[in-house]
């Protein structure tokens, strides 16, 4: 699977992509890598994302809305294959320029809002409907006290734990 004798460097410098399943989700320079026009479908809010834990996140959250019978919260879903690098493409970058899923843009306002970073989704989803986020400031407060554990905390419970235990069981040169 790896070379188990790979040691992590004290200081780490780019040369080139490591390979293996995950090379192309992560690099460390900005910019887009190549030409990519993002689609559009005709409801205001626009989401590009993928089937990974922060990226259900806002799906689950535009499902809630709809549930309530809030029509404003019709969305087009457009996948972004991250193991393809589409969050390099130059349209994916330009609505989010740290290449990462989720993102979305709100179309109904003018110009266009982009919001990127799942809990900032979240927030924004909750704030633009008036749902799921109390008035009552300790209430409030203690919801925002959980979005932020769950963006802070839960991915490395949860995420990070199956990924390392999944595809990276041994140290890997990323």
């Known amino acids: ?12 410098k780019w040369e080139s992509e490591s390979g293996g399943t995950f090379a192309k989700i992560n690099r460390p320079i900005a910019g887009p890598t190549h030409d990519q ?17 922060n990226g259900v996140k806002v799906t689950v959250m535009l499902e809630e809305l709809l549930e309530q019978g809030i029509k404003g919260a019709e969305y087009d879903a457009y996948p972004i294959k991250i193991g393809d690098g589409d969050q390099f493409g130059s349209g994916f970058v330009e609505l989010n320029p740290n290449s990462k899923i989720p993102a979305l843009v709100d179309r109904s306002a003018d110009p266009a809002i982009r919001v990127f970073e799942s809990g900032n989704i979240l927030l924004y989803l909750a ?7 109390p008035k009552d400031i300790a209430k409030r407060t203690e919801t925002l006290n959980w979005l932020f554990w769950q963006m802070g905390s839960a991915p490395m419970l949860g995420g990070g734990f199956g990924h390392f235990y999944a595809y990276a069981p041994e140290k890997y040169e990323y």
């Open 1 to 12: 699977m790896s070379d188990p004798t790979y040691t992590p460097p004290k200081v780490w």
């Open 37 to 53: 026009e993002l689609p559009v479908g005709e409801h205001p809010l626009q989401l590009y994302s993928l089937a990974t834990p």
């Open 127 to 133: 704030e633009k409907f008036g749902a799921f986020l």
